[in-house]
């Protein structure tokens, strides 16, 4: 019998799926690095840092002035002058006087300011932004306790009033790039079963096709040997001969 040949080749939609697939593959992978290095490190060492309880020692306004840089439009940049806010708590992790900040991308942009307002051309609009922070800590807040978080490890003379990543972050990082390549692989792994079902079903069906004919070839040729067979037995055009004759000739 000869070997049946079936078709491995996709489809035009088969090829379009699994390439899709791969693509979130990729994609996921990627995002999983990039958010990692851009959103998930700087998350963790926020989380890292403990809640406690803080009240306010003082509120200082030093005659320090300091630069922030303003744009004005996609080639406008400037610099303008603010003051600094110096707001100095005692936290209950360490028990000790630390300088306050409002998050941590405000520690980092200056570390001796407790509040760094939004940069703005005009100096007073900075000095007035500042001016009622000041205020709001004096007389609001002023030795009413609120919670602060606190590292002992990497700043133990600082605190943070707000975090500015949360567990939600994280969360994001690395839900949103796992989802894509599960959806990626399950996209790839269904079109590959299929593909190879839709294959042996071929193959079962061919395997059918082959076997009718032989069946019906044989069930063909014993009516025609019976035929051939009483052929033989009665030659053809015989003349009947009666028993009279057949006795006078003899």
């Given at each position: 019998m000869?070997?049946?040949?079936?078709?491995?080749?996709y489809?035009?939609?088969?090829?379009?799926?699994?390439?899709?697939?791969?693509?979130?593959?990729?994609?996921g992978?990627?995002?999983?690095f990039?958010?990692?290095?851009?959103?998930?490190?700087?998350?963790?060492?926020?989380?890292?840092s403990?809640p406690?309880?803080?009240t306010?020692?003082?509120v200082?306004?030093?005659?320090?002035?300091?630069e922030?840089?303003?744009?004005?439009?996609?080639d406008?940049?400037?610099?303008?002058?603010?003051?600094?806010?110096?707001?100095?708590?005692?936290?209950?992790?360490?028990?000790?006087v630390?300088?306050?900040h409002?998050?941590e991308?405000?520690?980092?942009l200056?570390?001796?300011?407790?509040?760094?307002?939004?940069?703005e051309?005009?100096?007073?609009?900075?000095?007035?932004?500042?001016l009622?922070?000041?205020?709001?800590?004096?007389?609001e807040?002023s030795?009413?306790?609120f919670t602060?978080?606190?590292?002992?490890?990497?700043?133990?003379?600082?605190v943070?009033?707000?975090r500015?990543?949360?567990?939600s972050?994280l969360?994001?990082?690395?839900?949103?790039p796992?989802?894509s390549?599960?959806?990626?692989?399950l996209?790839?792994?269904?079109t590959?079963?299929a593909?190879?079902?839709?294959?042996?079903a071929?193959?079962i069906?061919k395997?059918?096709?082959?076997?009718?004919?032989?069946?019906?070839?044989?069930?063909?040729?014993?009516?025609?040997?019976?035929?051939?067979?009483?052929?033989?037995t009665?030659?053809?055009?015989?003349?009947?001969?009666?028993r009279r004759?057949?006795?006078?000739?003899?």
């Open positions: 000869a070997k049946m040949r079936v078709s491995y080749e489809s035009e939609a088969e090829d379009k799926s699994i390439r899709l697939g791969l693509f979130l593959i990729v994609c992978i990627l995002s999983l990039i958010l990692g290095f851009c959103w998930l490190s700087p998350t963790l060492q926020s989380m890292q403990k406690a309880n803080c306010v020692v003082s200082l306004r030093p005659e320090e002035m300091f922030c840089v303003f744009t004005c439009g996609a406008c940049k400037g610099t303008s002058l603010y003051p600094c806010l110096q707001i100095f708590v005692n936290n209950s992790e360490s028990n000790s630390a300088l306050l409002f998050d991308q405000q520690l980092v200056n570390p001796k300011c407790s509040y760094v307002p939004p940069c051309r005009d100096n007073q609009k900075n000095k007035d932004n500042v009622w922070w000041e205020d709001y800590w004096t007389k807040v030795s009413q306790s602060c978080f606190f590292n002992q490890q990497r700043r133990p003379d600082d943070l009033w707000r500015s990543h949360d567990a972050v969360l994001h990082c690395v839900l949103w796992m989802v390549l599960l959806v990626g692989t996209i790839v792994l269904l590959v079963c593909r190879s079902l839709a294959v042996r071929e193959a069906q395997r059918k096709c082959s076997y009718e004919p032989e069946g019906n070839s044989e069930q063909g040729k014993t009516p025609a040997n019976t035929n051939t067979a009483s052929f033989r009665l030659p053809m055009f015989a003349v009947p001969v009666r004759d057949r006795e006078q000739e003899h």
